[in-house]
């Protein structure tokens, strides 16, 4: 298939004045009827009219109440004039009846049924499965929506907007109609119905708008509904307080689907979930579930003005409403829990996700300028990459710079369907800067590498850093100018405090090589370099490990301890998987950070983390060698055991006293000492002795809350304890009714590391409960495997690729998009030995060659193999 191209961009030859759809739900042959009242763009090209439309069956059409008969392809339909032949007029009433199927829609994309229950996914470009319409953002209507469903199974039904009439109907059907005054594109349309059950709570706006908040969920699951609305709450006071944005509806609904292909979706007015995003109990979810839950709440509600009011002209502008939400839910929660904490995290994330992808063949720009299945852009590129942009305009421009900003960008664009420039223009008219050069950020795809020497002149006090940077080439981008990076830093002097006056300082990187000197030191100092990780860079610098623990031991900047303790470790691993031993140094430093009371124990779990095997993949092959995944992980295990066994005193404390009275609250303070506990525990298994296997034991039999369970449970099954069996059975019969929480006893086991790991994954696809269209188990298994157990999955002789080229193919079939996501799990293909890399491109290949790939997987799969 042919790319799309930013640079093609046209404006619509259409525009939609209203839209009345009405919906007669069945589980087979659900009839739509779409009344369109168009008119022609006087900025358009003055072509017919053309309507996209996939999957669809046209029953009728016509034009001003005139039959039509269109010509319609695989694609969509024509329409050049009238049923006598004569030319459009420039506006006219479009009326067309369309049947679908939504019991067999199993790519979960436009109107699907999920265990009875009706539900829609529009974006990117799902609309068009449910009826023949002009689907792209910048075409922008009011809605009215009539849904007709059967009353006893499906007593909820529900749209975008507000509610303005109901009723009964006969032969035991039921109706409701939604009105949305707000013009938006099709992307944000819903419906769902079924048999629901709503948790209610009441908002006022700051403005004094009264909403009725809704979280509805399947018989049963009400009680865990609590969380979502008290985060829903929590965001909607955030946005009106951090960016003067309150709510434009009478009623927010959220409502939890259990077949989803993502995390969540932002509808307008009706927002639709992931059942495992919205669910939490106590008994039912960890602190991570709870947090996750808080901040993709968060995401999708901000989206209601960053993507819903100010929408994306076309999906190349995709960056335009998710790292600026991204950005917005980082903040978010950085104001709701700990603001170092949350960064660390974040960069964690970005590492893992975002520079692996920028570092391999599916390298792309924050903004792309061509796909071929826009669904495959929806990358930690985008997202992820794309909210460090904005993070990046914060930092230049501060808080205030930031906010008068964004001010201007909601007077000016609201209602309207934006591109980056547009945006770009806010910050250049708000603050007086030119952001010509900035804005490679957006273009220019690959990480930034910034290399620093240093030199030092007692004479005056005289120090110096000069930094080089570069970006690597990507596919299609060989050659890279330089970007605008702002690195903050500070020095420390000899007893670790601050020798800057403003303690931190943000230097702008804007050429090839810049130099900054310093004058008058009293000292040599120890920079602390892009602190609280100020642009999205690898920073290169020779150091010694004497720095780094005496970072560790005193930068005022909670990131960059955090970072010195993550790149020493990463050191550390390496040098064991090239036969060192683990270098004391390093663990009595890391022993300090764990028992120093000074600090958040979130904060030392993190630093207690030892960097995954993926990283440390990736880690050596920056360094010039290919990776040996099976080196790795033991070597990652020695260093593990090496920590316990060196921290073993400090962790058994840590284990014993970082309990938390009274009954489970998700709150960051408990839950960063469940994490602490937690970690320490993890670290205490990997030691491995008689003893240590019986506390995690013992905490999986006591726990009356997930946050200690699953982490025991983790710990025995990834030691391959005698006590997991026993565990993992006691966990299946009490949850084996409940998907959200079997996903987990499906995911623990696909990562444990064990030398069958591959033939218990393969017998785990067998159980009863491993129902591979659902693509949370299917994640839960398949992709957990291929993500999260490396030394299996890239087990030397290519057993695992086949496996999950296996069901790459099987899934396509039926969900391209599940596929095409998971497919990502071989696109660091260029970091191993050239064994691994030709087992890797045959099961591409295979992949390649599979009768009717989807475009989703097939565009994947070529840009892997190059
Ligand atoms: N906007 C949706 C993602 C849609 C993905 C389509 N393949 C969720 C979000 O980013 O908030
Ligand atoms: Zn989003």
Known sequence: PAPVRLADYRPPAWLIESVRLTFDLRPRGTRVTARLALRRNPDGDGGPLRLDGRNLRLVAASVDGAPVSPETDAEGLTLSGTASGAALPDAFVWEAVTEIDPEDNKALEGLYLSRGMFCTQ??????????FFPDRPDVMAMYEVRIEADAGSCPALLSNGDLIESGALPK???YAVWRDPHPKPCYLFALVAGDLRETRADFTTVEGRQVRLGVWVRPGDEGRTAYAMDSLIRSMRWDERAYGRAYDLDVFNIVAVDDFNMGAMENKGLNIFNAKYVLASPET??????????SIVAHEYFHNWTGNRITCRDWFQLCLKEGLTVFRDQQFTADERSAPVKRIEDVVTLRARQFREDGGPLAHPVRPEEYIEINNFYTATIYEKGAEVIGMLH??????????????????HDGQACAIEDFRRCFEDATGRDLTQFARWWSQAGTPE??????????????????????PPTPGQPDKAPLVIPVALGLLGANGDDLLPEGTRIVELTEAETAVTFEGLPARPVPSLLRGFSAPVRLIRETSDAERAFLMAHDS????????????????ALRMAGGADADPAFLDALDALASDESLDPAFRALALETPGEDELARETFA????????????????LRRAAAGRMGDALERLHREMTVPGPYSPDAAAAGRRALRNRALGLLVARGAPDDLARAAGQFERADNMSDAFPALAALVHADAPQAAAALAAFHDRWRDDPVVMDKWFAVQATAPADDALGRVRALTEHPLFDWLNPNRFRSLVGAFAAGNPSAFHAADGAGYAFLADWLIRLDAKNPQTTARMAGAFETWGIYDAGRQRLIRDQLERIAAAPGLSRDTGE????MLG
Request: hydrophobic share 35%; with cysteine.
């Open 122 to 131: 529009c974006e990117a470009q799902g609309f068009r499965k449910i009826t």
């Open 172 to 174: 035991g059907r039921h």
């Open 285 to 294: 979810a960890t602190d991570a579930d709870y947090a996750r839950i808080e």
């Open 450 to 471: 910034v290399g620093v020497e240093e030199s030092w002149q007692e004479d005056g006090g005289r120090y110096a850093l000069i930094f080089r940077q570069s970006t």
């Open 623 to 638: 360094r010039g060698t290919p990776a040996d995944p099976q080196a790795l992980h033991a070597a990652r295990d020695a």
């Open 557 to 572: 900047d909670a990131f960059n301890r955090w970072e010195a303790g993550r790149a020493y470790a990463v050191d550390v």
């Open 860 to 863: 994947m799969v070529s840009r």
């Open 395 to 412: 930092t230049l421009f501060g808080p205030e710079g930031y906010r008068k900003a964004l001010d201007l960008y909601f007077e000016r």
